[in-house]
């Protein structure tokens, strides 16, 4: 492990990358960052531009995806098989939206 410098962190608790990290990631003004564990270590990296584009694309594929999943439900016959369906899509449908919201939060 190379030691590349320290910062302060201030009363938001947001810091400021040094100039070593922020060549290294090649990092300009507007840019994001993600942070990740890996085994107990914190992992930096920057959000590429075909990153954001690549998770839209996901997005708009499972929109279409849950749609026609749900035209699928709505022709069940069986009502006990019809609510279960109805309940998984809409936890997919959910946890895809706190996905989204936590992207949207993170590209600013």
């Known amino acids: 492990m190379i030691f590349l410098g320290s910062v302060k962190v201030d009363s938001s608790k947001r810091l400021t990358l040094i100039k070593e990290v922020a060549e290294i990631l090649n990092v300009e003004k507007e840019d994001n960052i ?16 075909e990153q954001g584009n690549m998770i839209k694309k996901n997005m708009a594929e499972f929109n279409d995806w849950a749609r026609k999943r749900q035209c699928e439900i709505d022709m069940m016959e069986d009502q006990e098989e019809k609510d279960m369906a109805s309940e998984q899509l809409q936890e997919k449908i959910d946890q895809m939206r706190d996905y989204e919201t936590a992207f949207k939060d993170m590209m600013g």
Request: charged share 25%; hydrophobic share 55%; no cysteine.
């Open 34 to 49: 993600m942070f990740f564990i890996n085994d107990g270590e914190i992992v930096i990296r920057k959000v590429l531009p």
